[in-house]
Every structure is written in C-alpha cells, then in structure tokens.
C-alpha cells in the first residue's frame, strides 16, 4: 500500500509562470510533510516543510499548502526558474521518525 | 564535514556475488538511514539506526540483507547472494532526529547485477 502518492509523472511549465506539484496520502499519524528535491546523480535535497497542524508555509520561491480533511498537499514555485528542473519528492514523516516517499514528479522549467 | 559520503558510487557484480557499500554519515548526526530508489520511484525505507542500535528494518528486506554500524559512527550495508532485482540505486540519510526530521542524503551507490 503506498502511503504517499504524486500522481503526475511529469510536470512542464514556461520559466517565470507557476509551477504546482501535488501530494496525497492515506496515513491519518503522518506528523510532517516534507518537499526534497533531486538532480541527477545527486540524492535527494531537503526543500521546504510543513507540520500537519498548519495549512501554509512559506520560504521564499517555494510555499507548501496542506488540506488536511482531503490528506492533499502541493508545492507551488513562483516564479519558476530553469534551474528549479529536477524531481520533487514528496514525503511524510510520523515522531517514530521514518520517511515515506512518493514516486516524485519531474519538473521541467522551459526558458 | 562535507556532507555524507557514500562508497562506492558505482557497483557491478555478478548474480550470486556478495556486496557491501558503506556510508560516512555527518558526524554529529545520530540517526542513520538506509533507502533504496528504482527508476521511476520514490526512496523505499530499507532500515534505519539510532546510534549504534538498529531500530527498524522493512518487512520487505530479505535476510540476504544485513546493516550495521558499529560505534554509531559510519555504516555498511551488505547484500549476500545478489539477485538481479536487488539492481537499484541505494541511498544513506542521516540527521539529528526532530520534527520534523530533515534528512540529510548522500549521492548513493549504483547498483547492478548482471
């Protein structure tokens, strides 16, 4: 059973406009929701959090909103920059610790 | 510290062979983490380390699979037996615990089994 699911593959957006990821899961205990971003032949970078009793959160480009009720969340980048080409993972973590990972989307930014 | 260090970065061994990769975590990071990631998916939890003591181990990992780390320092993971399934890139995590728990990734460790 996949806890964690990004159901596009892929994603391709015009430098400048609004890239939107998306996240579901299934599991109520997750604590935290977590965003990590991977270049080839690198492993994956620690991007932005949310706790599960917030809605939004913030930094700078990146922001993070989480519906709890529909156990969605997605990752808007504005403005998208080609150098924000990479696969974004999603991940969810309870306080055992553990990261469950989604399959990840491919974000390609076009100049 | 450099970040965490994976060794080797490349592996190809031959079907039944036994193989061992290692992982130089951040020094003051207790918790030590082990995934492995195939094409087209998401990091799969393989095991993890608190410290010296291991704390958790997927129901999916085959006894062929064995982790360690001795002195709660770096960590080696060794596959005996290798099957052509176990062809996968595997990736060491580590991070000072917390919530929420931002793991810290090294580079991986390509595998291949012919």
């Known amino acids: 059973d996949q806890q964690v699911k990004q159901n596009s593959p892929s994603l391709s957006v015009q430098e400048g406009r609004i890239s939107i990821l998306n996240c579901d899961y299934t599991n109520s205990m997750f604590d935290y929701f977590l965003w990590y971003k991977k270049y080839p032949a690198e492993g994956p970078t620690f991007l932005i959090s949310?706790?599960?009793?917030?809605d939004k959160n913030e930094d700078g480009r990146f922001t993070v909103f989480l519906n709890k009720s529909a156990k969605h969340l997605s990752l808007h980048i504005v403005p998208s920059q080609p150098g924000d080409s990479a696969v974004y993972f999603c991940a969810a973590n309870t306080n055992a610790g553990k990261s469950t990972f989604g399959d990840g989307t491919t974000l390609t930014v076009k100049p | 510290d450099t970040g965490v260090s994976q060794n080797p970065r490349h592996k190809i061994t031959k079907r039944g062979q036994n193989v061992t990769f290692r992982c130089d975590p951040i020094s003051e990071h207790n918790r030590l983490y082990w995934y492995r990631q195939t094409l087209g998916q998401g990091p799969e939890f393989l095991t993890y380390f608190q410290n010296e003591a291991q704390l958790e181990k997927s129901r999916l990992l085959s006894d062929r699979f064995s982790a360690e780390r001795p002195k709660g320092s770096f960590s080696t993971l060794e596959i005996q037996r290798t099957e052509q399934g176990d062809s996968a890139m595997y990736l060491c995590?580590?991070?000072?615990?917390?919530?929420?728990?931002?793991?810290?990734f090294g580079s991986g460790t390509q595998l291949s089994v012919l």
């Open positions: 949310i706790s599960s009793i917030k």
């Open positions: 995590a580590s991070s000072l615990g917390g919530s929420p728990e931002k793991l810290l």
